[in-house]
């Protein structure tokens, strides 16, 4: 089976009043795999839950808003699609995909409905939109989403397709995850990855989840194995940066700061983030992310080395260029992230900056 990829369908909405249910209904019926090439369309994975680790990689699930919030989130994203900006364009081409999930769900065509649910993830995935799903609670207490469980399973009784399997599992996956359930979650992804192993978005959201339960060698390898399917996303890339620099953590425990390795395994990561952030657009979430941990890393690299000189003010440089590449990516941000935009990453450079030009 060809490798997964995607096609975003245009999207007219029209009447600042309608209602999110009417929203939904503008939508064209999204293509959640192709054979051609993928359409550029905005960043952080249907955002799953943060890891307990020193920075906070993923945004937390939410379940979803109240149908009045909806609609106001729809409308302001409009307005900003409205006025040129791609990544609420691909943020709303997002939330319009769940919404015709959800009717098709509601109708009882829940082949197309799992389709749709699992193809909003992956819009969402692409630029760290922390958009995880408008999810409909139901009256078990044991299972809130049961209604979405037993969506995919219908899905799967009408098509034993190994992609009807894949996207009952991804949605599936997807519950679990929202309801913090990461071994489940887990479970279900990785079902999902044996049903369509060419599907490099699955492997994402496992390294997600990986990362929800500190599997930071499996999240590297699951990135690698994702950008070797789909080598022109850049969001596997920077999520493969993220697990190393991780794995950077456990560094002291093995040798010291100041070891050639780490210095090389440091400037992987680097060079990792600067691929991410050249490919990507710079009002995303993800790129002054991306920037502020190379500014980050070099810092830790500039206290670890003994270089002096030239050597050093280079990586002084570096940390200087990156902060003020991060604050400008940061004003190109959509306001729809201002959640989310304080990072501790952040936070960090700006106490670093001024140590940094005074070293």
């Not at 950008?227 to 940066?241: D, G, N, Q, V």
Request: overall charge neutral; charged content about 20%.
């Amino acid at each position: 089976m060809a490798a997964m990829m995607l096609l975003f369908t245009s999207v007219a909405i029209s009447g600042a009043r309608r209602t999110a249910s009417s929203l939904a209904g503008a939508a064209g019926p999204a293509v959640w795999r192709s054979s051609t090439a993928m359409v550029a369309l905005p960043s952080e994975p249907a955002s799953v839950a943060a890891p307990a680790v020193r920075r906070s990689s993923t945004a937390m699930v939410a379940l979803p808003s109240e149908p009045a919030s909806v609609e106001d989130e729809m409308m302001h994203l409009q307005r900003l699609s409205d006025g040129g900006s791609e990544i609420a364009t691909r943020m709303l081409e997002a939330r319009i995909t769940w919404m015709e999930g959800e009717r098709a769900r509601k109708t009882g065509d829940c082949r197309q409905g799992t389709r749709l649910f699992a193809h909003a993830l992956c819009l969402a995935l692409r630029d760290g939109d922390p958009f995880s799903g408008y999810w409909q609670t139901s009256s078990s207490r044991v299972h809130p989403l049961a209604d979405y469980h037993a969506c995919a399973e219908a899905a799967i009784a009408s098509d034993g397709s190994s992609e009807v399997l894949s996207d009952a599992r991804v949605l599936q996956a997807l519950a679990y995850l929202t309801q913090r359930q990461f071994s489940e979650a887990f479970d279900a992804v990785s079902d999902a990855i044996h049903a369509e192993p060419d599907n490099p978005y699955s492997y994402l959201l496992r390294t997600l989840i990986e990362g929800n339960l500190n599997m930071w060698l499996q999240a590297e390898a699951d990135c690698t194995l994702a950008i070797s399917l789909l080598a022109s996303e850049p969001i596997f890339t920077y999520w493969r940066a993220i697990a190393r620099r991780n794995m950077l953590q456990a560094w002291p425990r093995l040798e010291p700061h100041r070891s050639p390795a780490f210095m090389v395994a440091s400037a992987a990561v680097i060079q990792d983030l600067e691929s991410f952030v050249a490919r990507t657009p710079l009002g995303s979430r993800r790129c002054s992310e991306a920037l502020y941990e190379i500014a980050i890393i070099a810092f830790t690299i500039l206290l670890s080395s003994e270089q002096t000189g030239a050597a050093k003010k280079r990586i002084v440089s570096i940390v200087v260029a990156a902060c003020e590449r991060a604050r400008a990516a940061d004003a190109r941000r959509p306001e729809v992230f201002a959640g989310v935009r304080d990072s501790d990453a952040k936070r960090m450079v700006e106490m670093l900056y001024n140590a940094t030009i005074l070293a």
